[in-house]
Every structure is written in C-alpha cells, then in structure tokens.
C-alpha cells in the first residue's frame, strides 16, 4: 500500500537540466533511504544519488552535476540535474526503504521516468 511515484523526466538539450521528484504515499511511519537509479538500454541499472538522514552520495559520472535532496514533510525526493549530457539519458528509478506504521520494512520502487538528452 505504499507506492512511489516519479515524475519531472522529458527531453533536454546538452547542457541543460531537469528536476526530477519521487513522491511516496500510503502508509507510512518513516523512510529510511531515498535512492535513484538509472538504466540505459542494453545496460544494467546503476544506482546515481543516495539521500539518507543528512548524508548524500553520488556516482563518480554525476558528482558535482546532479544533486539529490529531500523533504521529509511531503515524503519526496528530488533529482536535479545540471549540466546534463547525452550519456545521462536513461530511465529513472526512484527507491526507498519505508517503514510502515506496522514495523514492517521494504524496499520499494517507481516506475520510471525517462530522461534523453539530445547533443
């Protein structure tokens, strides 16, 4: 009963940028972790941005360029992404690891979101 929707993905140009949210709803006494993911065709999903308590990590291609953060009052993560290039295009998946009111802890998924990013 809890789900995860994305949304913010399109089309940009080299150079430009896109904000990408991930709203959780349902039942929900915390998350833990927000993640995001992406998967290219014909390549296996990697994982980008981490947001967990204070803490972000990136993946070395998009350090410095894209920036996860949070707002725990709407259950929501963002994805900005700057300086965007055509290796970026990609499906984006939101993850995270919820808490139910129930002490029950899952990992859960959205359905994607795709980015292309003409040169």
């Known amino acids: 009963q809890v789900q995860l929707v994305e949304s913010g993905g399109g089309l940009a140009q080299a150079g430009g940028s896109l904000r990408l949210s991930c709203a959780a709803s349902?039942?929900?006494?915390?998350?833990?972790?927000m993640e995001w993911y992406r998967q290219a065709p014909g390549k296996q999903r990697e994982l980008v941005a981490t947001?967990?308590?204070?803490?972000?990590d990136y993946a070395d291609s998009v350090k410095g360029r894209f920036t996860i953060s949070r707002d725990n009052s709407k259950n929501t993560a963002y994805l900005q992404m700057n300086s965007l290039k055509p290796e970026d295009s990609a499906v984006y998946y939101c993850?995270?690891?919820?808490?139910?009111?129930?002490?029950?802890?899952?990992?859960?998924w959205g359905q994607g979101t795709q980015v292309t990013v003409s040169s």
């Open positions: 349902g039942t929900i006494f915390s998350i833990r972790r």
């Open positions: 993850n995270a690891v919820i808490t139910t009111p129930q002490a029950i802890t899952s990992n859960y």
């Open positions: 947001i967990s308590g204070g803490s972000t």
